[in-house]
């Protein structure tokens, strides 16, 4: 899978609200204003930080360079996703998450209002700031950052809240996983090849998951987790070698998920500890699909090419317009082609030479003579002129004139020293096979 990014937003000001005075602009009416407006005017800000695994953080102009130095702090290529899960509704929810020994510098961030949490086993309320395991807690607008005691082990957060909200743990490990979508090869071999583009709902699949940053690590589970709800579907896991793991799907959820593994850090059972990573983006399936077929795919500079396509569904039903979206809701869909570009080869024969003339002088003093020879190259069979003619080998000098009225026929004379008795001709035309 390409390189991920993870987009965050900090927004401060009013998101398009006129300021009634100078002095709107103070810290407690920047609060307000979030709380009125945000919602409705920020959501496309939610769906591309939700889709990225970043967050949408809400802080007054005051709070903007601290906000700005944490976000700094996990953008660290050594960060990984324990856990990432946002809710709509604040209804009570229970989550759970393992930490491997190979976890430094455990972080929990929330991003929401009117909430508390409590992370067990042994109980840490929200409201302390140190303790068994909450090691420091600070907030700045929305955004909680709080610093955790790392232990090894399952780790429960119990969250209360009365609006929507995003929960994220990471950490620092080498330890973690690629994956790619992949589907049934075309090829009369058989066997898998990469989705290149969107894997499409309600259908199998199969997950081609790579292990990174450990030699001994094993998968043991691979869970599509919606990140909107509890929905969960598990996969069959395949052991392919050398930290490669095939896991096939019999559906994909229809809405927004991440990629759950689950396994562990060692293959001897006595030393084995668990550990868990989620995928920093999230996926969304579509219920369109795009394919095409093309039986020859090498196209000529300057003449049109003609690429059929078929477009299905498998949601409601309607008639596509294929313009730049289509008239199902924006859920879209793409089918990636690799074409070749030729110029067609109708020349596949050699150029032929045909001697005509050969003069020799030489004597034994070698110096004081000289030879030659004339010759004419010829490219007619279905050909496409000379290209060029060159020699090696020799001292000479070589002539070439172009016969009149053709480009087909070359005359050529070359002198040398008898010195220099051994020449190589080589004449090229202009598309070699």
Known sequence: MAAEFVVSFLITGSLGLRRRRETDDDDQQQQEQFQRILPKSASVYTQLSEASGGQVIQVTKSELAEVTSIITDTSSSSVVKLLQVSRNAGNPDNFTFSVDDSVKNLTMYITGRSLAFTITSVTQSSADTTGPLVVSSSTVGNFQTVKLNTQVGVWKVEMVSTSAYNL??????????????MKDSESPY??????SNRPTSGENTTLRV??????SATVTEVTLVEL????????????????????????IPSGEFVVLVKGQTSSTRSAAKSFQRQSSSTIKASAVSVSTTLPNRVAEPGVSF??????????????FTITDTNDQGGDTNYVVLRLTVLVPVTDVTAPVCQLSNVTDSCSDICTESTWGVSMQVRDEVNGTGI?????????????TTLLSGTDSIMLLTYNASCCSPDVEIIAVDNVVS
């Open 168 to 181: 994220k743990v990471v950490g620092e490990s080498s330890l973690d996983f690629l994956f790619t979508f």
């Open 190 to 195: 058989g066997g898998l090849q990469v989705l």
């Open 210 to 215: 790579t292990v990174t940053g450990s030699d």
């Open 228 to 251: 909107f709800t509890s929905v969960m579907v598990n996969g069959s896991v395949e052991d392919r070698g050398k930290g490669v793991f095939y896991v096939r799907f019999d559906t």
């Open 306 to 319: 003609s690429v059929p396509f078929s477009v299905s569904t498998t949601g409601t039903g309607g008639t």
């Open 387 to 399: 290209h060029s003619i060159t020699f090696r080998q020799g001292d000479g000098n070589l002539n």
